[in-house]
């Protein structure tokens, strides 16, 4: 969601600028811009749509020479995506430039107060009184200018901004944005996510909230909003830099999706030393455990719909009772945490503005919050008291796939442990877990190679208009799972029910020919989710299940079956979520959908 990219060094800026926001276009975006000092004055240059508009427009950066600049990808907030509102934005004499990602809450009494002054805007967005307060506030110290603009607007913000006659320095601050700043030989860096500029520098500094950060070509220097100079630490990136390229892939999904196996692996193995689970990052005593009386998850999208499996889970195994919350319900419902609750929040950006603000509410009231987070040093996993990192690496394609299925293992090893301690499993149960967990890399890897099954179905299916899933228990929150990926990037409607409950009325949209995917999983609900199947097909649906190997009996129900590898009920969801996810993928790729970029997309939803 709106992606920030900021260059002054040795270099031309524009090329790198360019290159910068293309590795953040995985963000979502529908327009961009940027701003580029010649040696004299700031050139803009915007586009409405895909980033190669911009490129064609500037001839890759050519046409911009600078060694000084911001970028910005526009994810609309505020106004239509066209060139007025896209950033960069000015102020009236174009000499400062701003580009915004965020909600400026208090915009429009600035904009009246800017108006009021004699102040023109030209865009409807609330960055631009960002520009329009600069120049109000600027005497010839920036710095000045920024802190006095800073103590006047409430809201979120990560911001670029250049002076005109500054042009040996470019401003950075943040508060509930994310902003990283970097640094190499040639030149210093802002940018929104640490793959923009993965490829000059792996020297990187998380700008805190309301730190201002002044870059120079050759050092960087960090204030409080009070002016007050302060000390930070650059951190080592130690990813891999093709971990963020499609590496022979036709899309990041399709990668991605491969990579599950090693992820699954990655999150699992540093927690299994000889026969027990060690998860050093929950940081709590066994006894601590036990007092859990209550566990609240909450998180967005298919964060949340792991957090609705790992309800059945948790509670199944170590019967502790867990309420799931979409984080954008919990932080406003007040909702009631009694003493012993533990609050987890799953996040793979670790920067969804719904899911930080329940963070915070839940540790406002003095509970503790356990982050399950992918990306290193974002905003949940350094604000949450405790965090357990999902070892999936930089996740490009904004459907995910393999942060969901790191995400799920990671809450089954909290789930085993809980139960271990609580001993409400004993050890024949726990050995066996431990024995189907590590057996699941490889099980998924075999639904994996076993594409092309689904590649063919999926293609009878590009036209469908409207398709169901429905399951019961784990194997509704599949459905979940399964419904959204399809929808997601295929722009097909869908929708998912519990299985029991399509009778209660969605039953009346099945026709002739309608898909319905039914998920079956669970042994002990097999001959209701029959029941259910049948229901749909004597009402003319075409009935595609996904279950275990062995229950031949679907046969009799279903029209086209998938089987996944036999492995304990609990983690069903790992195998089963495969075969939805290549479905949802083929379906897009036959429509000839913008896979790894849906449209109104963003991968880190930074605003409520
Ligand atoms: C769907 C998807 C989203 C995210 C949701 C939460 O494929 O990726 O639904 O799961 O926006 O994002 P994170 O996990 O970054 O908090």
């Given at each position: 969601?709106c992606?920030?990219?900021?260059?002054?060094?040795?270099?031309?800026a524009?090329p790198?600028?360019?290159?910068?926001?293309?590795?953040?276009?995985?963000?979502?975006?529908?327009?961009?811009?940027m701003?580029?000092?010649?040696?004299?004055?700031?050139?803009?240059?915007?586009?409405?749509?895909?980033?190669?508009?911009?490129?064609?427009?500037?001839?890759?950066?050519?046409?911009?020479?600078?060694?000084?600049g911001?970028?910005h990808?526009?994810?609309?907030?505020?106004?239509?995506?066209n060139?007025?509102?896209?950033?960069?934005?000015?102020?009236?004499?174009?000499?400062?430039?701003?580009?915004?990602n965020?909600?400026?809450?208090n915009?429009?009494?600035?904009?009246?107060k800017?108006?009021?002054k004699?102040?023109?805007?030209?865009?409807?967005?609330?960055?631009?009184?960002?520009?329009?307060?600069?120049?109000?506030?600027?005497?010839?110290?920036?710095?000045?200018?920024?802190?006095?603009?800073?103590h006047?607007?409430?809201g979120?913000y990560?911001?670029?901004?250049m002076?005109?006659?500054?042009?040996?320095?470019?401003?950075a601050v943040?508060?509930?944005?994310?902003?990283?700043?970097?640094?190499?030989?040639?030149g210093?860096f802002?940018?929104?996510?640490?793959?923009?500029?993965?490829?000059?520098?792996r020297?990187?500094?998380?700008?805190?909230?309301?730190?201002?950060?002044?870059?120079?070509?050759?050092?960087?220097?960090?204030?409080?909003?009070?002016?007050?100079?302060?000390?930070?630490t650059?951190?080592?990136?130690?990813?891999?830099?093709?971990?963020?390229?499609?590496?022979?892939?036709?899309h990041?999904?399709?990668k991605?999706?491969?990579e599950?196996?090693k992820?699954?692996?990655?999150?699992?193995?540093?927690?299994l030393?000889?026969?027990?689970?060690?998860?050093?990052?929950?940081?709590?005593?066994?006894?601590?455990?036990?007092?859990?009386?209550?566990?609240?998850?909450?998180?967005?999208?298919?964060?949340?719909?792991?957090g609705?499996t790992?309800?059945y889970?948790?509670?199944?195994?170590?019967?502790?009772?867990?309420?799931?919350?979409?984080?954008?319900?919990?932080?406003?419902r007040?909702?009631?945490?009694e003493?012993?609750?533990?609050?987890?929040?799953?996040?793979?950006?670790?920067?969804t503005?719904?899911?930080?603000?329940a963070?915070?509410?839940?540790?406002?009231?003095?509970?503790?919050?356990?982050?399950?987070?992918?990306?290193?040093?974002?905003?949940?996993?350094?604000?949450?008291?405790n965090?357990?990192?999902?070892?999936?690496?930089?996740?490009?394609?904004?459907?995910?796939?393999?942060?969901?299925?790191?995400?799920?293992?990671?809450?089954?090893?909290?789930?085993?442990?809980?139960?271990?301690?609580?001993?409400?499993?004993?050890?024949?149960?726990?050995?066996?877990?431990?024995?189907?967990?590590?057996?699941?890399?490889?099980?998924?890897?075999?639904?994996?190679?076993n594409?092309?099954?689904?590649?063919?179905?999926?293609?009878?299916?590009?036209?469908?208009?409207?398709?169901?899933?429905?399951g019961?228990?784990i194997?509704?929150?599949?459905?979940?799972?399964?419904?959204?990926?399809?929808?997601?990037?295929?722009?097909?409607?869908?929708?998912?029910?519990?299985?029991?409950?399509?009778?209660?009325?969605?039953?009346?949209?099945?026709?002739?020919?309608?898909?319905?995917?039914a998920?079956?999983?669970?042994?002990?609900?097999?001959?209701?989710?029959?029941?259910n199947?049948?229901?749909?097909?004597?009402?003319?649906?075409?009935?595609?299940?996904?279950?275990?190997?062995?229950?031949?009996?679907i046969?009799?129900?279903?029209?086209?079956?998938?089987?996944?590898?036999?492995?304990?009920?609990?983690?069903?969801?790992?195998?089963?979520?495969?075969p939805l996810?290549?479905?949802g993928?083929?379906?897009?790729?036959?429509?000839?959908?913008?896979?790894?970029?849906?449209?109104?997309?963003?991968?880190?939803v930074?605003?409520?």
């Open positions: 969601m992606g920030i990219v900021g260059y002054i060094g040795k270099k031309q524009a790198i600028i360019l290159d910068g926001l293309a590795r953040l276009e995985y963000r979502g975006y529908d327009s961009a811009g701003a580029i000092f010649d040696g004299e004055r700031i050139n803009i240059k915007k586009s409405v749509g895909r980033l190669k508009i911009l490129e064609n427009l500037t001839h890759d950066g050519k046409m911009m020479p600078g060694l000084l911001i970028g990808t526009r994810w609309a907030t505020h106004g239509a995506p060139n007025e509102n896209s950033h960069p934005h000015f102020n009236e004499d174009e000499t400062i430039a701003v580009v915004h965020g909600i400026i809450e915009y429009l009494a600035l904009r009246k800017m108006t009021d004699g102040y023109h805007f030209r865009s409807e967005t609330d960055t631009e009184v960002l520009a329009h307060l600069l120049d109000y506030y600027y005497k010839g110290n920036p710095l000045e200018a920024i802190t006095k603009v800073l006047r607007v409430s979120s990560a911001l670029g901004i002076f005109a006659d500054h042009p040996d320095e470019i401003f943040r508060k509930d944005s994310p902003l990283i700043v970097g640094q190499n030989e040639d210093c802002i940018a929104s996510d640490v793959p923009a500029i993965l490829k000059y520098t020297t990187v500094t998380y700008v805190e909230n309301q730190e201002i950060v002044r870059l120079r070509e050759d050092h960087m220097h960090f204030y409080t909003v009070d002016e007050e100079e302060i000390a930070k650059p951190v080592t990136i130690d990813w891999d830099a093709n971990a963020a390229e499609k590496g022979g892939y036709e990041f999904m399709l991605e999706m491969y599950q196996p992820t699954v692996s990655d999150t699992i193995s540093p927690r030393k000889g026969n027990e689970i060690v998860i050093e990052e929950l940081n709590m005593s066994d006894d601590e455990i036990r007092a859990i009386k209550k566990i609240h998850i909450v998180a967005c999208g298919s964060a949340y719909h792991t609705v790992a309800k889970v948790m509670e199944g195994l170590a019967r502790i009772p867990v309420e799931v919350d979409v984080a954008s319900e919990f932080r406003y007040n909702p009631i945490l003493e012993g609750a533990l609050v987890i929040v799953i996040s793979q950006s670790g920067e503005a719904d899911s930080l603000a963070l915070r509410e839940s540790k406002a009231r003095g509970f503790k919050v356990l982050g399950i987070v992918n990306v290193v040093g974002s905003s949940i996993a350094r604000e949450a008291d965090v357990m990192y999902t070892w999936a690496g930089p996740e490009i394609a904004v459907a995910t796939t393999k942060a969901y299925s790191a995400q799920l293992v990671a809450l089954y090893l909290l789930a085993i442990k809980f139960a271990q301690v609580k001993e409400t499993i004993d050890e024949i149960e726990f050995d066996g877990m431990l024995e189907d967990l590590k057996r699941l890399p490889d099980q998924i890897e075999l639904l994996l190679n594409k092309q099954r689904i590649q063919r179905f999926a293609n009878r299916y590009i036209g469908a208009k409207d398709v169901f899933f429905i019961r228990g194997d509704y929150a599949i459905s979940l799972e399964g419904s959204l990926k399809l929808k997601e990037i295929s722009y097909i409607h869908s929708e998912a029910y519990a299985a029991g409950e399509l009778k209660h009325g969605t039953i009346s949209l099945i026709e002739e020919g309608t898909l319905v995917a998920v079956s999983t669970q042994p002990a609900l097999y001959q209701k989710t029959i029941s199947m049948v229901e749909v097909k004597a009402r003319g649906a075409f009935v595609l299940a996904v279950t275990c190997e062995g229950n031949k009996e046969e009799k129900a279903a029209d086209y079956v998938i089987y996944i590898p036999e492995t304990n009920a609990y983690f069903a969801n790992s195998l089963a979520i495969i996810q290549l479905f993928y083929y379906v897009a790729v036959g429509k000839g959908c913008d896979v790894d970029k849906p449209r109104n997309l963003a991968k880190s930074t605003v409520e």
